[in-house]
């Protein structure tokens, strides 16, 4: 019997913006207690845009974003998309290599240059002056920071550029946090981006559990943590950085906008990018299990 029903449900499904790749999850969505939420891309618009470039001294800002558009011309990140916006036309590095939920590397004019979160420029060794390391502090109360630099003539790499990046919580998330609550589901917002900006962001929302600064390897412990206490856990998000976590979670739910790597990784896709979509995707995946019985 539950082929037709779920079919019934998915077909039900396309109709309302809601697309059904995974059937057989459908099975737990009756059971959904916990709802992990992506934070950039998910409850915020992802449609970021560069707030502020700080140089290191003696660095000239334009001739910086040039080369690192260049690298970030490699990346599907929001955030890199906020910053080849702001350069506009330029080169495109060589050998790049993408580094979910951390950044992106590639050679610029024969040169290594990297950009990404802070934690990035310290993991290739880059040291931070001292004024962009109080560059960072500050960016980071008003929004998601980027470092990014690249190797000076003896190959060490060296920091030499911040970013800070801006985005706004969709007008639609209060709602659907809201009746997500409403159904007996807790929220919980996990994201990469720095605590500062996870708690501002979670505030507005009325989200209580928060966990921020977590790597995507991170995000994958995070959902096995919370099965481990015995929940039954869906995961929305967007991004390369989520898919691993919305592959494990009992029920995944990938962003309307977002990347192949989490629509491939999702049991169900949202056709558009308005987190309401969510609400929506566990109701009928509720009704669908309800109609089998
Ligand atoms: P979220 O979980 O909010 O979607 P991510 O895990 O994708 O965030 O990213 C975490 C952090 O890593 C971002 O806030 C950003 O600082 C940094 N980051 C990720 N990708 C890039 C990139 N291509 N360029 C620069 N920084 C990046
Ligand atoms: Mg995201």
Redesign the pocket.
């Known amino acids: 019997a539950t082929p037709i029903a779920i079919l019934v449900g998915t077909g039900r499904g396309a109709q309302l913006g809601i697309l059904v790749t995974g059937p057989a999850a459908l099975e737990s969505a009756e059971r959904i207690d916990t709802i992990v939420l ?4 998910t409850l915020t618009s992802g449609r970021m845009s560069v707030a502020r470039v700080t140089p290191a001294e003696s660095q000239d800002a334009a001739d910086a974003l040039r080369r690192i558009a260049a690298v ?1 011309r490699g ?1 599907e ?1 929001p ?2 998309h906020a ?1 080849v916006a702001a350069a506009g036309e330029g080169p495109v590095a060589t050998d790049l290599e ?1 580094l ?5 590397v590639g050679t610029v004019d024969g040169v290594r240059v990297f ?3 802070p934690e990035l420029a310290a993991e290739l060794g880059a040291a931070l002056p001292d004024a962009l390391a109080a560059a960072v502090a500050d960016g980071e109360q008003r929004g ?3 470092v990014a630099g690249w190797a000076d003539a003896a190959g060490a790499m060296r920091a030499r550029a911040v970013i800070e990046v801006a985005d706004t919580v969709r007008p639609e998330s209060a709602r659907a946090v809201a009746e997500l609550r409403a159904m007996g589901l807790e929220p919980v917002l ?5 605590p500062h900006v996870a708690a501002a962001v979670a505030a507005e929302l009325g989200i209580e559990r928060v966990r921020a600064g ?3 390897e991170g995000k994958l412990a995070e959902i096995a943590a919370l099965r481990g206490e015995g929940r039954t856990v869906a995961m929305v998000g967007d ?1 390369v ?2 898919a691993a976590a919305l592959a494990s979670a009992d029920l995944g739910i990938a962003m309307g906008g977002g990347t192949d790597a989490a629509l491939h990784a999702s049991d169900v896709a949202l056709m558009r990018d308005d987190p309401r979509g969510i609400v929506t995707a566990v109701r009928l995946s509720r009704r669908t299990m309800r109609v089998i019985r």
């Open positions: 992506d934070k950039t891309g970030e990346s990140h955030v890199a910053i993408s979910p939920g951390r950044g992106v950009a990404g979160r998601t920071v980027v996990l994201t990469g981006d720095n977590v790597p995507p991004g950085n989520d």
